[in-house]
Nanobody
Framework: QVQLVESGGGLVQAGGSLRLSCAASGRALSRYSMGWFRQAPGKEREFVAAITWFDSRQYYADSVKGRFDISRDNVGNTVYLQMSSLKPEDTALYYC???????????????????WGQGTQVTVSS
């Protein structure tokens, strides 16, 4: 079992930045690919970014490419999502998730992920 706890959310003005963290316990993160997803009210949970466990390749949704950066610290058992140039449409509850898959093309599928955190709220004001 892997327990995931997100932090770092908050209220920020459009154009601002936030860094989300996802701390893992229970098992080492080094064997899991990690993803960030988000869900806005009334919408489905959508993929944001992922990073493989094998070689730390990154994968982003088109809507955040060039603005968000995912990274991982396997020693510290933490995954980060650095978000810049935030827009009001980035407002959502952000979740981190873990999967044993290392195939980049599958990491955008939320059904690939076995473990999920409880989420951290990001609100971007205009």
């Amino acid at each position: 079992q892997v327990q995931l706890v997100e932090s770092g959310g908050g209220l920020v003005q459009a154009g601002g930045s936030l860094r989300l963290s996802c701390a893992a316990s229970g098992r080492a993160l080094s064997r899991y690919s990690m993803g960030w997803f988000r869900q806005a009210p009334g919408k489905e949970r959508e993929f944001v970014a992922a990073i493989t466990w094998f070689d730390s390749r990154q994968y982003y949704a088109d809507s955040v490419k060039g603005r968000f950066d995912i990274s991982r610290d396997n020693v510290g058992n933490t995954v980060y999502l650095q978000m810049s140039s935030l827009k009001p449409e980035d407002t959502a509850l952000y979740y981190c998730a873990a999967t044993g898959s290392f195939q980049l093309r599958t990491l955008g599928d939320r059904n690939q992920y076995a473990y999920w955190g409880q989420g951290t709220q990001v609100t971007v004001s205009s």
